[in-house]
């Protein structure tokens, strides 16, 4: 680990002297893309993160947003985090994942909240290719059996297959945590003399250097070379860990918190005492350890897992050490926050001094060496932005495979990007906590996050949803990042919510690369104006940068999590009841193909499909139409078009009869992805249709019934495939994983 040479220039100047060894580690990590957001801040000054419902908004380890208050309530905030560990989980798939879920779960309770739901959004190369696999299957391992120890259920999020994907996969994922609003903390350390409280497990050598090694192009020896900087999670302790933490919020113990993540110790307490205008004294060697002989730099650096740093009053560091040891905690007091620099101090002869000679001629063994000595606010802020060039990314010719409808039909139906996820999701535990309403497989999940206070009232209920589509953004950055925007709000508006709030996982390449920066500059400004035009504020998020490998860059890849609110927890489902008119509303039937699934399978170039002119008035009149007594089921038109959603609310009891016409040709009409549009099946097609009158286009299209299968008329061109043949051709995954 080493610092550029204009980075320690900077240094060097502000310190009056050369970095000690620990000095420069330390910056050189938190002054990394990943910590700094170097070639990122000052695009992300375009989201909107005010609303009267933002309680606590970007920049703590978790947003926290209030949830609309009935008569007699008291407030009720939730929490959202989401994070990205894409390099780790190249490395070592469990565990670059495991870890991942860890720390968003820590950046949860350092809030004070409990955590109630998890959304896992991965994106792996082609499906066919092997290492794909095996990435993927290390990956939901990891996941599954960290979420399932630590008794937090995984409701939600996607699974995407792209080629560009095969040097780096991505594995984003999203917390959400509940608490009252006198339960909760920030990190913004709040008076001298306050002691700073290191609680878990004991510090190793695992995660040295890992916010670096995630700021750097994967290479091609990185599986064997970089595994060291993966992490190793624990996740029995991490259920203790949440555990303790409650007890501690409750108590009132806790007056700031952080956990443990990127650039370990070093990145947690200077993070929290720089944002509360202060500094720290701390004794590294007071530190729990689990290693013999460790030194003050990896004390300092290492990303042990399952850690959470803790300012606490003096007369209270007994109570918190009860609480850990009940909990059978590691638990150190490792300091105390102060006016002046943050400084670490560590007794060991090896150690060199922030006042030594930088040559270390003659220095002998002397005792406790001040190895960091530095201002706190120049640590964490003190980084230059980058100024770099952009390219945007041209809009291909209209070329159009001609492929038959039958075939197109079952390859799209059936391929990697459409096909069921129910082998990844059913190794999660979604039940866990006995919140979750709308499991997983539906548009959106959704949770009762609080109950009625008076009989004949209703409760409240959170709806989560969670993904990207990178065909779409690879075909147009901007407007692709639009319309994962639109679609996430569609998903939430099905089951008859309000969007609440959004936090963002924003992935690119090598941003020193025009196109890529381009690229990713493009999906920031997309995803930005259409939050603000939904009117959702953008609370939090998380940026990852020079995902590029010696296969390519990935595609920009903009992962939003969003929620919703409503009274009650039911909603209607997708599968359809077979008893009511198919209606498509949103948008007309036929829609341009290009960043389709369609394209994808057979090759070809279109433009990015136009998004509705009032997309907010769009989301209104579904979510009011999900809410009618007339609904029977309601489901968003995205990934495959109409045939992938007419296919997925066909079901063994019920199937459908639909005719599809109009201007367009048979592809478009059955595989364009314009998002803002659903399926609904309703006994009431006149309220439907009044609902979106002068909205957008309302299209009777068929009928449910009880034939058990889906009888499509494109063009006069007719199809029919019963339920379970249409389920054999979606269960890809299970066939060729299990």
Same mark, same amino acid.
Request: with cysteine; net charge negative; charged share 25%.
């Given at each position: 680990?080493?610092?550029?040479?204009?980075?320690?220039?900077?240094?060097?100047?502000?310190?009056?002297?050369?970095?000690?060894?620990?000095?420069?580690?330390?910056?050189?990590?938190?002054?990394?893309?990943?910590?700094?957001?170097?070639?990122?801040?000052?695009?992300?000054?375009?989201?909107?993160?005010?609303?009267?419902?933002?309680?606590?908004?970007?920049?703590?380890?978790?947003?926290?947003?209030?949830?609309?208050?009935?008569?007699?309530?008291?407030?009720?905030?939730?929490?959202?985090?989401?994070?990205?560990?894409?390099?780790?989980?190249?490395?070592? +798939?469990?565990?670059?994942?495991?870890?991942?879920?860890?720390?968003?779960?820590?950046?949860? =309770?350092?809030?004070?909240?409990?955590?109630?739901?998890?959304?896992?959004? =991965?994106?792996?190369?082609?499906?066919?290719?092997?290492?794909?696999?095996?990435?993927?299957?290390?990956?939901?391992?990891?996941?599954?059996?960290?979420?399932?120890?630590?008794?937090?259920?995984?409701?939600?999020?996607?699974?995407?297959?792209?080629?560009?994907?095969?040097?780096?996969?991505?594995?984003?994922?999203?917390?959400?945590?509940?608490?009252?609003?006198?339960?909760?903390?920030?990190?913004?350390?709040?008076?001298?003399?306050?002691?700073?409280?290191?609680?878990?497990?004991?510090?190793?050598?695992?995660?040295?250097?890992?916010?670096?090694?995630?700021?750097?192009?994967?290479?091609?020896?990185?599986?064997?070379?970089?595994?060291?900087?993966?992490?190793?999670? &624990?996740?029995?302790?991490?259920?203790?860990?949440?555990?303790?933490?409650?007890?501690?919020?409750?108590?009132?113990?806790?007056?700031?918190?952080?956990?443990?993540?990127?650039?370990?110790?070093?990145?947690?307490?200077?993070?929290?005492?720089?944002?509360?205008?202060?500094?720290?004294?701390?004794?590294?060697?007071?530190?729990?350890?689990?290693?013999?002989?460790?030194?003050?730099?990896?004390?300092?650096?290492?990303?042990?897992?399952?850690?959470?740093?803790?300012?606490?009053?003096?007369?209270?560091?007994?109570?918190?050490?009860?609480?850990?040891?009940?909990?059978?905690?590691?638990?150190?007091?490792?300091?105390?926050?102060?006016?002046?620099?943050?400084?670490?101090?560590?007794?060991?002869?090896?150690?060199?001094?922030?006042?030594?000679?930088?040559?270390?001629?003659?220095?002998?063994?002397?005792?406790?060496?001040?190895?960091?000595?530095?201002?706190?606010?120049?640590?964490?802020?003190?980084? *230059?932005?980058?100024?770099?060039?952009?390219?945007?990314?041209?809009? +291909?010719?209209?070329?159009?495979?001609?492929?038959? =409808?039958?075939?197109?039909?079952?390859?799209?139906?059936?391929?990697?990007?459409?096909?069921?996820?129910?082998?990844?999701?059913?190794?999660?535990?979604?039940?866990?906590?006995?919140?979750?309403?709308?499991?997983?497989?539906?548009?959106?999940?959704?949770?009762?996050?609080?109950?009625?206070?008076?009989?004949?009232?209703?409760?409240?209920?959170?709806?989560?949803?969670?993904?990207?589509?990178?065909?779409?953004?690879?075909?147009?950055?901007?407007?692709?990042?639009?319309?994962?925007?639109?679609?996430?709000?569609?998903?939430?508006?099905?089951?008859?919510?309000?969007?609440?709030?959004?936090?963002?996982?924003?992935?690119?390449?090598?941003?020193?690369?025009?196109?890529?920066?381009?690229?990713?500059?493009?999906?920031?400004?997309?995803?930005?104006?259409?939050?603000?035009?939904?009117?959702?504020?953008?609370?939090?998020?998380?940026?990852?940068?020079?995902?590029?490998? *010696?296969?390519?860059?990935?595609?920009?890849?903009?992962?939003?999590?969003?929620?919703?609110?409503?009274?009650?927890?039911?909603?209607?489902?997708?599968?359809?009841?077979?008893?009511?008119?198919?209606?498509?509303?949103?948008?007309?039937?036929?829609?341009?193909?290009?960043?389709?699934?369609?394209?994808?399978?057979?090759?070809?170039?279109?433009?990015?499909?136009?998004? +509705?002119?009032?997309?907010?008035?769009?989301?209104?009149?579904?979510?009011?139409?999900?809410?009618?007594?007339?609904?029977?089921?309601?489901?968003?038109?995205?990934?495959?078009?109409?045939?992938?959603?007419?296919?997925?609310?066909?079901?063994?009891?019920?199937?459908?009869?639909?005719?599809? &016409?109009?201007?367009?040709?048979?592809?478009?009409?059955?595989?364009?992805?314009?998002?803002?549009?659903?399926?609904?099946?309703?006994?009431?097609?006149?309220?439907?249709?009044?609902?979106?009158?002068?909205?957008? *286009?309302?299209?009777?299209?068929?009928?449910?019934?009880?034939?058990?299968?889906?009888?499509?008329?494109? &063009?006069?061109?007719?199809?029919?495939?019963?339920?379970?043949?249409?389920?054999?051709?979606?269960?890809?995954?299970?066939?060729?994983?299990?």
């Amino acid at each position: 680990m080493s610092l550029s040479d204009s980075d320690r220039e900077l240094v060097v100047a502000e310190l009056g002297r050369d970095p000690t060894p620990a000095e420069e580690a330390l910056f050189e990590n938190l002054w990394s893309e990943h910590c700094a957001y170097r070639s990122s801040r000052a695009l992300l000054t375009a989201f909107d993160s005010d609303g009267e419902q933002v309680v606590v908004g970007p920049g703590d380890d978790a947003a926290v947003v209030a949830l609309p208050s009935g008569d007699g309530e008291d407030e009720t905030y939730v929490t959202m985090g989401i994070e990205s560990h894409n390099h780790p989980s190249y490395v070592d +798939p469990y565990d670059g994942a495991a870890t991942g879920i860890g720390g968003i779960v820590r950046d949860t =309770l350092s809030m004070g909240a409990y955590p109630i739901a998890l959304t896992d959004s =991965l994106y792996f190369g082609d499906f066919d290719r092997e290492h794909s696999r095996y990435l993927l299957e290390g990956v939901v391992e990891g996941i599954s059996d960290y979420g399932n120890s630590i008794g937090v259920p995984t409701v939600g999020g996607s699974t995407q297959f792209h080629p560009d994907y095969e040097g780096n996969p991505l594995v984003n994922v999203a917390c959400v945590g509940l608490l009252d609003d006198d339960r909760l903390v920030t990190a913004d350390a709040k008076e001298p003399g306050n002691k700073l409280v290191l609680v878990g497990n004991a510090t190793g050598r695992d995660g040295l250097g890992g916010a670096s090694f995630a700021s750097e192009d994967l290479s091609e020896d990185a599986e064997t070379e970089d595994r060291p900087a993966v992490q190793v999670g &624990d996740p029995y302790t991490e259920k203790l860990l949440i555990e303790a933490n409650e007890e501690l919020v409750a108590d009132d113990l806790v007056m700031a918190a952080r956990d443990l993540g990127a650039a370990g110790l070093g990145g947690a307490s200077s993070e929290m005492v720089a944002k509360g205008d202060l500094g720290a004294e701390i004794e590294l060697d007071r530190v729990h350890q689990r290693e013999p002989n460790m030194n003050a730099l990896e004390i300092l650096l290492a990303e042990s897992q399952e850690r959470m740093c803790y300012e606490v009053r003096p007369e209270d560091v007994d109570a918190v050490r009860a609480v850990a040891e009940k909990y059978d905690l590691g638990c150190s007091v490792i300091g105390e926050v102060t006016e002046g620099n943050y400084v670490c101090t560590f007794e060991d002869g090896e150690a060199q001094s922030a006042s030594d000679d930088p040559s270390g001629e003659g220095s002998e063994p002397r005792g406790r060496e001040t190895v960091v000595d530095v201002p706190a606010e120049f640590l964490g802020d003190g980084a *230059p932005l980058n100024d770099l060039p952009t390219e945007k990314v041209a809009q +291909p010719e209209r070329d159009l495979p001609d492929a038959d =409808l039958a075939d197109a039909f079952e390859a799209v139906v059936g391929s990697p990007n459409c096909a069921s996820k129910q082998w990844v999701y059913r190794q999660y535990d979604h039940e866990v906590g006995t919140r979750t309403a709308t499991p997983p497989g539906d548009d959106a999940a959704l949770l009762a996050v609080r109950e009625a206070v008076s009989e004949g009232e209703d409760g409240t209920g959170l709806a989560v949803s969670a993904g990207a589509n990178p065909h779409w953004t690879t075909a147009a950055p901007y407007d692709g990042a639009r319309a994962v925007a639109l679609e996430n709000a569609t998903n939430l508006a099905a089951k008859g919510t309000r969007p609440l709030a959004a936090v963002d996982c924003l992935n690119g390449g090598n941003p020193e690369k025009p196109d890529v920066y381009g690229g990713f500059a493009g999906i920031v400004d997309g995803l930005a104006d259409m939050c603000a035009t939904l009117d959702v504020p953008v609370v939090g998020g998380n940026v990852s940068l020079y995902n590029d490998s *010696p296969s390519g860059p990935i595609p920009p890849t903009p992962t939003l999590a969003m929620t919703g609110t409503k009274a009650g927890y039911d909603a209607p489902p997708t599968a359809l009841a077979g008893e009511g008119d198919l209606l498509l509303v949103g948008g007309p039937v036929a829609s341009d193909l290009g960043g389709s699934e369609y394209l994808a399978q057979f090759g070809g170039n279109d433009r990015f499909p136009d998004l +509705p002119d009032e997309p907010a008035a769009v989301v209104d009149a579904l979510r009011e139409v999900a809410e009618a007594d007339g609904t029977l089921a309601v489901h968003d038109v995205s990934d495959g078009g109409l045939a992938v959603t007419l296919a997925e609310m066909v079901t063994a009891e019920a199937g459908a009869s639909v005719s599809l &016409d109009g201007d367009g040709s048979a592809a478009e009409l059955l595989f364009g992805e314009r998002p803002g549009r659903a399926v609904v099946e309703t006994t009431d097609p006149a309220a439907v249709e009044a609902a979106f009158d002068g909205v957008a *286009p309302v299209t009777r299209i068929g009928s449910a019934d009880d034939s058990g299968a889906l009888e499509l008329t494109v &063009d006069g061109e007719r199809l029919q495939y019963d339920a379970a043949e249409i389920a054999d051709r979606r269960d890809l995954l299970a066939r060729e994983l299990d």
